[in-house]
């Protein structure tokens, strides 16, 4: 398998060339050197990165952080185009017309779905319940959000163009085994990879069809994957919430290789399409 990646955790993001079994790091930002960002962010906001999403074709990255922060990375420049404070952000996606949402997990001001416009920092326009948010993810065919929670993953239409603009949900469907959203991703033919805190699913949102990928399922605490048609990448948790490494094989999960990442305590993997 061949392509890009990006690997996140501390305050950091990596970008990584993968060719077969071998992985080079080929661009690195970290929260601690952004200048054209507020001291908090650089410090304490942007600790613990828990999502590092390629949007708008790959030319940005839209971050999120545990430890309350979210910005959107220009990938050229590295300069920062959007930010905002989110207690305990764990997934965010780019929505029409220049808006943005962002899923936060468990704190007393968390365990909701915010939403943006990308041209006012740290000001949300609206929110609805979203219990241990874990996912964010725009269908663009189907135009619709779906979020991940604890039990739940749930449909929302958006309308940019509305004088107040807000997400209306449309559908839910109950997490398959011992529930506990971990991680929610697009695949290239229009489903999504959902993993739970017992495996790791497809999710068919036509036929609400959950269906088990048999070489992760059941696998504990695999914190994210992520597919191309070829080729897959996920993260499991070997200490706490972390782990030291990724792995990366074809499409169904055959010939894994384990990729290293010295020095970064990783969470999340994401291929950059």
């Not at 959902?194 to 949102?205: K, N, S």
Request: with cysteine; net charge neutral.
């Amino acid at each position: 398998m061949q392509g890009q990646i990006y690997a996140c955790g501390d305050d950091q993001i990596r970008e990584y060339t993968v060719t077969g079994d071998a992985a080079v790091e080929t661009w690195r930002w970290r929260a601690a050197d952004a200048r054209d960002l507020p001291a908090i962010y650089r410090t304490r906001l942007l600790a613990h990165i828990d999502d590092c999403k390629p949007v708008d074709d790959g030319r940005a990255i839209l971050v999120t952080a545990s430890t309350g922060g979210v910005v959107l990375i220009d990938r050229a420049t590295g300069h920062v185009r959007f930010r905002a404070t989110a207690p305990m952000a764990h997934s965010a996606d780019l929505l029409p017309g220049g808006h943005a949402a962002v899923a936060l997990s468990i704190n007393k001001n968390g365990d909701r779905l915010e939403l943006y416009a990308l041209s006012r920092n740290e000001r949300p326009l609206a929110s609805v319940s979203l219990p241990s948010g874990h996912g964010a993810v725009w269908d663009a065919g189907r135009q619709r959000l779906f979020a991940l929670s604890h039990d739940l993953i749930q449909a929302f239409a958006f309308d940019s163009k509305a004088a107040d603009p807000h997400l209306t949900e449309t559908a839910r469907w109950t997490l398959p085994g011992r529930h506990d959203g971990h991680d929610l991703s697009a695949t290239p033919e229009g489903g999504y990879v959902v993993t739970t805190d017992d495996g790791v699913w497809l999710f068919d949102p036509d036929g609400g069809r959950f269906t088990p990928i048999p070489a992760l399922n059941p696998k504990l605490r695999v914190k994210s994957v992520s597919v191309t048609r070829r080729a897959m990448a996920w993260v499991q948790a070997e200490d706490s919430w972390w782990a030291h490494g990724f792995t990366v094989a074809d499409r169904d999960a055959s010939a894994p290789q384990r990729i290293e990442t010295p020095g970064l305590h990783l969470y999340k993997v994401r291929w950059i399409r």
